[in-house]
C-alpha cells in the first residue's frame, strides 16, 4: 500500500525547529512527507534539514521545477497537510485565499483535511484579526489547534506557543484516520484524571505508583480535539500541559479527591485514569526519619483513602453523568475487572493488564472495556489515543 502523502507546511516563527520532530514522527510512523516551508521559515530552519529528513526537494517558491507544476500537484496530491508552526502571517494569507508562494498554492489546491498548529505572541494570537482568521479557516473546516500555554520567544509567556510536537502529530494521526469529523463531544464538560498520586511519609520520601499519566493525557488531547471543555487533574506526571486543556495539578489521593469533587459538579463525564493510592501512611513526619543505630526501623502503618471512583459513582453529582474508571490489574484480569465494576457502580471500567514492562511508561496500551449494561468492547494493542477514542466513542454514545 502506498504511504499516506503528507504535505508539512513550516511558517516562519521561532518554533519551525520544533517542525523537525514533527517530521522525523510522521515519517517513522510510515508518511511520506513533503516539506514546504515559506521563506520566512528558511531563516530559522534552512533547507538542507528538511531536504534531508524529508528525503524530498524542498522549495519555498512556485518557481522551481515549473514543469511538474508543484504549485498545483502538491496539493492535489496530498493525504494531509498540516502547517506547523503557523503563523498569523500565514493563516492570515489561508484565510483571504492568497497565494504568493508554494505553501499558500499548495493550501487552496489541497481538496484533504488541513490542520494548522499556530504560534505567535499572545497579542497577535488575541487580535481580532487573527481570531477572525481562525474562526474563518474552521469554519470552511479546517482543523485549528488552540496553542499551548507557556513560554513563549525571549521572557515572555502566555498563550501562543506551539503545542508539543507529539500532540500535533495525534491530531494529524487522528485526522487521517477518522478524517475532519463534527466535534461530538461540543458543548460537553469532561473530567479526566491522570498520573498517580503520591502518598507522603516524610519530606522526602512517599509511596506512589508507576502510573505516567500518559493515558490520561491521551484521553484529554483526545476530549479536545472532539470538542469538548477539559479538566485535567494531573497526579505528579511532569508530562507538559496538553493545548487547550484546563490543568489542575494534584500530589495524593485526599488532594484528589477534593479536586474531583470540585470539578464534577457541572461534569457530563469523568474518566477516573488516575492510579490512586488505596492506602496512605497514618502519620506524616515533618523531619526526615532517620537510621537509628542498632535498631530496626519503626513500621509504616496505613490507613484507607478514600474510594473517589465509588463515592462519585454512587451519589452521582449530575443525573445522566457517564463515569468511567480503569482497573489495573496484574493476575485474573478480566474476573477481578468485572467484580470491580460492579463494587464501584460506574459505567464504564477499562480494565487492563499491567506489571513492570506492561502499560506503565509505555506509548501503547491493549485493554477491554466493560460496561454496565453487559457490554465488553475489545481494544487492540495500539497508541494509548486510540484506547483513548473507544472511550470516548462510548461515552458519547451514553450521552446520547
Ligand atoms: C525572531 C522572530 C520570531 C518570530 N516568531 C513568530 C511567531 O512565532 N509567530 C508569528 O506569527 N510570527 C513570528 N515572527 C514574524 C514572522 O516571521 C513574519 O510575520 C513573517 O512575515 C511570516 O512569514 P510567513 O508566514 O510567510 O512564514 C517572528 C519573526 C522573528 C524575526
Known sequence: MDKPKVVL????GIAAYKA??????LTESGHDVRVVPTASALHFVGAATWSALSGHPVSTEVWDDVHEVPHVRIGQQADLVVVA??????LAK????????????????????????????TEMWEHPATQENVATLRRRGAVVIEPAVGRLTGVDTGKGRLPEPAEIFEVCRRVLARGVTEPDLKGRHVVVSAGGTREPLDPVRFLGNRSSGKQGYALARTAAARGARVTLLAANTGLPDPA???????????????AVLKAVTDADAVVMAAAVADFRPETYATGKIKKKDGQ??????????????AEISTARARPGQVIVGFAAETDDVMANGRKKLERKGCDLLVVNEVGERKTFGSEE???????ADGSETPVPHGP?????????????RRLG
Open 85 to 90: 508552526p503557523a503563523t498569523a502571517d500565514t
Open 20 to 25: 523537525c520532530e514533527l517530521l522525523r514522527r
Open 244 to 258: 487547550g486543556v484546563d490543568v489542575v495539578q494534584v500530589g495524593t489521593a485526599v488532594q484528589l479527591r477534593e
Open 9 to 12: 507546511g513550516v511558517s516562519g
Open 94 to 121: 489561508a484565510a483571504h485565499g492568497l497565494a504568493d508562494d508554494l505553501l499558500t498554492n499548495t493550501l487552496l489546491t489541497a481538496r484533504c483535511p488541513v490542520v494548522f498548529a499556530p504560534a505567535m505572541h
Open 384 to 396: 494509548k489515543e486510540a484506547l483513548a477514542e473507544t472511550v470516548w466513542d462510548l461515552v458519547a
Open 296 to 309: 530496626d526501623p519503626d513500621p509504616i502503618v496505613l490507613v484507607r483513602n478514600p474510594d473517589i471512583l
Open 365 to 371: 496500551n491493549e485493554a477491554v472495556v466493560l460496561g
